[in-house]
């Protein structure tokens, strides 16, 4: 069974960083894709991040040049670190991964809390 666990997310001030990390497990394949999503109160979920398995990037204009996403192919791992945090990037932030062997499968995992206190 294929799994995504979520961790690090927490309570941080604005302007302060935080580090989240997803391990996949239960594939001896590795993610074609993988990324971040959020979704704020009220709010419907949207894309943060994602990432290739060669690693080419993309970003949400909101939050371009404070994220960075980065990826360890060896353990199926996708991490987000995220500098100069402001109030709006409070939510459920969500940690996704796509195969595509004999056909496409999407992932999730079960989400992990951030809150940015003002």
């Known amino acids: 069974q294929v799994q995504l666990v979520e961790s690090g997310g927490g309570l941080v001030q604005a302007g302060g960083s935080l580090r989240l990390s997803c391990a996949g497990s239960?594939?001896?394949?590795?993610?074609?894709?993988m990324g971040w999503y959020r979704q704020a109160p009220g709010k419907q979920r949207e894309l943060v991040a994602t990432?290739?398995?060669?690693?080419?990037?993309n970003y949400a204009g909101s939050v371009k040049g404070r994220f960075t996403i980065s990826r360890d192919n060896a353990k199926n791992t996708v991490y987000l670190q995220m500098n100069s945090l402001q109030p709006e990037d409070t939510a459920v932030y969500y940690c996704?991964?796509?195969?595509?062997?004999?056909?496409?499968?999407?992932?999730w995992g079960q989400g992990t809390q951030v809150t940015v206190s003002s």
């Open positions: 996704h991964g796509r195969l595509a062997i004999l056909r496409v499968t999407d992932y």
């Open positions: 239960g594939t001896n394949f590795r993610f074609d894709v």
């Open positions: 990432i290739t398995r060669d690693s080419m990037t």
